[in-house]
């Protein structure tokens, strides 16, 4: 037999019960589904986490006070203890390949306004942060160094504390700049407000407020010696890890440290954040991918049931085919296209409520999704696998029946 003529013979007794024939496809639509779905939302989370510590800065190098990381415990939380100054800040900004740095003094406060209220990050640093952290203003201006030096009452707000406090300017909210907030006690004049950058939790650059080191060390902490930690822009990112090493033995030798184990410091690598972020991402969505894998083993399953039954159901024919000439071959071909078209078909429905579902997630549900070429692939593949491992079997039972007793079942 021709192929052609098999693929519209499979069609035909497909469709002569179509009630059964849709509650099997629908098995493996919602497998596929569930596959494409779930991996889209896992390589968005992927995307959006590369995203997010990619806008933190380029070439990015955090220096952070507290123990490091041991290999049986962690002896004290980043940023808790108190052991950065801005000495370690003049004496690192010296190294080869530094291109920028920012010490910080970090705390959230309450902060007040005349028409609202926010609890915000306070990020209290130098002008040089803007390019470290890659900071953009949108409107007004950023503080200088002369602001600085004279413990200035200036902040910039960040986008969303900036919609919290005045309103958003295009539903009719107020203009920011000019207008005084209170950070604790301490009255600042609003000079600029951050473009917009996107992110969550306590990273958030658009849930923060930016004002001068000195004043912020002053009114805010009410300390100058110590600071929360220190962001440091590599030359470029193949100088990251030198560094990174150089920065260490620095600080390990102001601070009288003999072994690095012992360091009351820790510094993170931006990059080495981003490959772990996205491992772990990865790892997530093969995870999902797996999940859904098993609606698939159920909807095959499905395929097989309904394919031994259409054998018994059509041993007369099959008697028939192989009294008139049909091979072996052909009748076990017949059987495993018509799964084949069963699964394939079903990959397609699958492939469009996958996508569909996808939207409405990163419409409604405030998810990033990324349906990528490579998981749809893969979704056609794994359906056509299906359908010739859980086809197999019946088509080989159909193959190998009597033709004599075939005829004579009833």
């Known amino acids: ?84 100054t801005p000495d370690d800040a003049s004496t690192i900004s010296e190294l080869d390949n530094v291109a920028g740095i920012a010490p910080q003094v970090n705390g959230r406060y309450q902060i007040v306004a005349t028409s609202g209220n926010t609890n915000s990050q306070v ?44 309103g958003d300017p295009a539903n009719g909210g107020s203009d920011p700049i000019g207008q005084t907030v209170r950070i604790k006690s301490s009255k600042f004049t609003v000079i600029g407000v951050a473009a917009q950058k996107g992110g969550t939790g306590p990273e958030n650059a658009d849930d923060a407020i930016y004002v001068p080191l000195s004043a912020g060390q002053k009114l805010l902490a009410g300390q100058s010696k110590y600071l929360s930690s220190i962001s440091v822009q590599a030359r470029d990112q193949a100088s990251m890890t030198q560094l990174q090493t150089d920065i260490t033995n620095l600080l390990l030798t102001r601070h009288g440290i003999n072994e690095a184990t012992s360091a009351d410091f820790s510094v993170l690598n931006q990059s080495d954040l981003a490959a772990s972020a996205t491992s772990t991402a990865r790892t997530l969505t093969l995870l999902l991918a797996a999940i859904a894998g098993i609606s698939l083993v159920v909807g095959g399953i499905g395929i097989m049931n309904m394919m031994l039954t259409t054998v018994t159901e059509r041993t007369r024919e099959i008697g028939l085919r192989k009294a008139i000439g049909a091979k072996r071959r052909d009748v076990s071909f017949q059987f495993l296209v018509e799964a084949v078209v069963l699964t394939f078909a079903s990959g397609i429905l699958g492939v469009l409520l996958g996508w569909l579902i996808s939207l409405a997630l990163s419409r409604f549900g405030g998810l990033t999704s990324v349906v990528t070429v490579e998981w749809v692939l893969l979704s056609f593949g794994l359906s056509a696998v299906i359908g010739i491992v859980f086809g197999f079997y019946p088509a080989r039972r159909a193959a190998g029946l009597n033709p004599i007793q075939s005829l004579r079942y009833e």
Do not use: C, H, W
């Open 123 to 166: 990020i209290a640093t130098t002008p040089g942060y803007q390019t470290v952290r890659n900071v953009s203003v949108a409107s007004g201006s950023f503080f200088s160094d002369r602001q600085v030096e004279d413990a200035s009452r200036v902040a910039v707000l960040g986008y969303q504390v900036a919609i919290d406090l005045f």
């Open 1 to 84: 037999m021709r192929v052609f003529d098999i693929i519209e013979e499979a069609f035909k007794a497909i469709s002569t019960n179509k009630i059964r024939s849709g509650l099997t496809v629908l098995g493996i639509v919602i497998g596929i589904a569930s596959v494409i779905a779930l991996t889209a939302v896992g390589q968005g989370s992927q995307a959006s986490i590369t995203a997010s510590i990619e806008s933190a800065g380029a070439n990015l190098l955090t220096v952070t006070p507290g123990a490091q990381r041991s290999a049986n415990m962690v002896r004290a939380a980043f940023g808790s203890a108190q052991t950065l």
